[in-house]
């Protein structure tokens, strides 16, 4: 006989385990799926163990240049094997939260490869043991993966995936990151305030593409200024790992091929989601380029299975997966009878990015290129760190506040930050679009001081030539 549930959900990344908390907090009866870790990448090996190793980075660097504050540390130095273990324990910490929030919902956990065999039908295999499960309504939460180099595949010695560069097996001295998103930005500034030697290789013309041309042209800026070679326009020809290391050859915007040797290699050049051998075929279920298509509910071509998260497509980030997973809990307890309950399709325009690099990197919304490019007559506004007093005081005054407006409306169209602790302060930017404010609320509210925070204020009122310590 088959284990029988209101939803199961397969995957228990930042999505599918907050989709089986909301739906069992509203009266489902819910399993959920694993075939690794609970927690998914995000909390294993991704979101949170990266910003230990940060920190770790952050740390190390204030100690380098503890002059600068008046301080003397003598002979800073650091165990890798120490600061990896520091990022290990805390993603083993939250594993095992996620372990006791599954039991607080009371959510029936199910180890093993899950396959949905039909509607509603759902088969997990552990070594020779096969469960059954069946449900009213399936939510697909599988993730992705890092993709791969057609011509190099990740070796985990000398040719690393994020995978791999978390628990590396040396310090790397000669380091080439391959990808300027975000996770290639954080690792080239995790090992570059290590010590290694980082360049980083991109195809556009621009590292960081998806942010708005003013942010990565300030980040090209100050990488190179902490010791980093930025290589844009440029295409990876060929990657060789050697006993030593690794060879690559470089294709320039000239069209020259330049060879040079590194100690190790990051391959960033995007994801892969997983949905190969999992059922979808079976069913029909809709797919572009691999990546499952649903509606704003997290719906699919097929009633009865949802699917949300990096499966889904861009943007791959764990909060929009979370949010997915309460939409889409919530719209399954409402198919189910609960008249309580009323879900709301996702926005992608009001969902932050994020780079826990350094410096940082945050935004919402439109570029100011994008906002042009779709019709807008805007107002932008710009406010530098160097004429905020906190940021001054904090040794960290070199960033911005940009915020981009309509001209005709006064609607907040996008917002982007770069510099320290930006990655906390673009929740307000978020707030305010999710509330529809307009400049003149902005404008009208009151910032503490001193604050970092107060240059985005200051952004606002730049926008309509009203800023007032530039």
């Given at each position: 006989?088959?284990?029988?549930?209101?939803?199961?959900?397969?995957?228990?990344?930042?999505?599918?385990?907050?989709?089986?908390?909301?739906?069992?907090?509203?009266?489902?009866?819910?399993?959920?799926?694993?075939?690794?870790?609970?927690?998914?990448?995000?909390?294993?090996?991704?979101?949170?163990?990266?910003?230990?190793?940060?920190?770790?980075?952050?740390?190390?660097?204030?100690?380098?240049?503890?002059?600068?504050y008046?301080?003397?540390?003598?002979?800073?130095?650091?165990?890798?094997?120490?600061?990896?273990?520091?990022?290990?324990?805390?993603?083993?910490?939250?594993?095992?939260?996620?372990?006791?929030?599954?039991?607080?919902?009371?959510?029936?956990?199910?180890?093993?490869?899950?396959?949905?065999?039909?509607?509603?039908?759902?088969?997990?295999?552990?070594?020779?043991?096969?469960?059954?499960?069946?449900?009213?309504?399936?939510?697909?939460?599988?993730?992705?993966?890092?993709?791969?180099l057609?011509?190099?595949?990740?070796?985990?010695?000398?040719?690393?995936?994020?995978?791999?560069?978390?628990?590396?097996?040396?310090?790397?001295?000669?380091?080439?990151?391959?990808?300027?998103?975000?996770?290639?930005?954080?690792?080239?500034?995790?090992?570059?305030?290590?010590?290694?030697?980082v360049?980083?290789?991109?195809?556009?013309?621009?590292?960081?593409?998806?942010?708005?041309?003013?942010?990565?042209?300030?980040?090209?800026?100050?990488?190179?200024?902490?010791?980093?070679?930025?290589?844009?326009?440029?295409?990876?020809?060929?990657?060789?790992?050697?006993?030593?290391?690794?060879?690559a050859?470089?294709?320039?915007?000239?069209?020259?091929?330049?060879?040079?040797?590194?100690?190790?290699?990051?391959?960033?050049?995007?994801?892969?989601?997983?949905?190969?051998?999992?059922?979808?075929?079976?069913?029909?279920?809709?797919?572009?380029?691999?990546?499952?298509?649903?509606?704003?509910?997290?719906?699919?071509?097929?009633?009865?299975?949802?699917?949300?998260?990096?499966?889904?497509?861009?943007?791959?980030l764990?909060?929009?997966?979370?949010?997915?997973?309460?939409?889409?809990?919530?719209?399954?307890?409402?198919?189910?009878?609960?008249?309580?309950?009323?879900?709301?399709?996702?926005?992608?325009?009001?969902?932050?990015?994020?780079?826990?690099?350094r410096?940082?990197?945050?935004?919402?919304?439109?570029?100011?290129?994008?906002?042009?490019?779709?019709?807008?007559?805007?107002?932008?506004?710009?406010?530098?760190?160097?004429?905020?007093?906190?940021?001054?005081?904090?040794?960290?005054?070199e960033?911005f506040v940009?915020?981009?407006?309509d001209?005709?409306?006064?609607?907040?169209?996008g917002?982007?930050?770069?510099?320290?602790?930006?990655?906390?302060?673009?929740?307000?930017?978020?707030v305010?679009?999710?509330?529809?404010?307009?400049?003149?609320?902005?404008m009208?509210?009151?910032?503490?001081?001193?604050?970092?925070?107060?240059?985005?204020?200051?952004?606002?009122?730049?926008?309509?030539?009203?800023?007032?310590?530039?």
């Amino acid at each position: 006989m088959a284990d029988t549930y209101d939803l199961i959900v397969l995957g228990s990344g930042p999505g599918g385990y907050v989709a089986a908390i909301r739906a069992s907090q509203l009266g489902l009866k819910v399993a959920i799926v694993e075939r690794e870790r609970l927690g998914g990448i995000c909390l294993n090996w991704g979101c949170i163990p990266t910003k230990a190793l940060l920190r770790s980075a952050e740390v190390y660097h204030y100690m380098t240049h503890a002059a600068q504050y008046g301080l003397s540390v003598e002979k800073p130095s650091f165990s890798l094997d120490k600061v990896v273990d520091r990022s290990r324990k805390v993603a083993g910490q939250l594993n095992a939260g996620v372990k006791g929030l599954m039991k607080k919902n009371k959510v029936a956990v199910h180890e093993g490869v899950g396959t949905i065999t039909a509607k509603g039908e759902l088969s997990v295999a552990q070594g020779d043991k096969t469960t059954e499960l069946t449900a009213k309504h399936i939510i697909v939460a599988t993730g992705a993966r890092a993709r791969d180099l057609p011509f190099a595949k990740a070796d985990g010695e000398r040719i690393w995936t994020y995978r791999h560069a978390m628990v590396p097996p040396a310090m790397p001295t000669k380091l080439l990151v391959i990808g300027s998103g975000a996770i290639g930005v954080e690792f080239a500034s995790f090992y570059n305030d290590m010590g290694a030697e980082v360049t980083i290789v991109e195809m556009l013309d621009r590292i960081m593409p998806v942010e708005d041309a003013e942010v990565s042209e300030f980040m090209t800026k100050q990488l190179t200024k902490f010791g980093m070679t930025i290589k844009t326009k440029t295409g990876l020809e060929k990657l060789e790992a050697t006993t030593s290391g690794v060879k690559a050859a470089m294709k320039g915007p000239d069209g020259k091929v330049e060879t040079a040797e590194f100690s190790h290699a990051i391959v960033a050049i995007g994801i892969v989601p997983n949905t190969e051998n999992i059922g979808l075929e079976k069913l029909g279920i809709t797919t572009d380029r691999g990546h499952i298509k649903t509606d704003g509910y997290g719906r699919t071509n097929v009633d009865g299975i949802w699917a949300i998260g990096d499966v889904t497509g861009a943007p791959w980030l764990a909060h929009k997966a979370s949010h997915e997973g309460v939409i889409a809990a919530e719209a399954i307890a409402q198919a189910l009878g609960n008249k309580d309950v009323h879900p709301h399709a996702m926005d992608k325009g009001n969902i932050p990015g994020c780079t826990y690099s350094r410096p940082q990197v945050a935004s919402v919304g439109l570029t100011e290129a994008k906002a042009k490019e779709a019709g807008y007559e805007v107002k932008v506004g710009k406010f530098p760190f160097i004429g905020n007093g906190k940021a001054i005081a904090l040794g960290e005054a070199e960033g911005f506040v940009k915020t981009v407006f309509d001209a005709k409306t006064g609607e907040l169209l996008g917002a982007h930050m770069v510099g320290a602790e930006v990655t906390e302060m673009i929740q307000g930017y978020v707030v305010a679009r999710q509330l529809e404010t307009t400049e003149a609320e902005l404008m009208e509210t009151v910032f503490a001081h001193p604050t970092i925070s107060e240059s985005m204020h200051e952004s606002v009122l730049a926008a309509y030539g009203r800023a007032l310590h530039i």
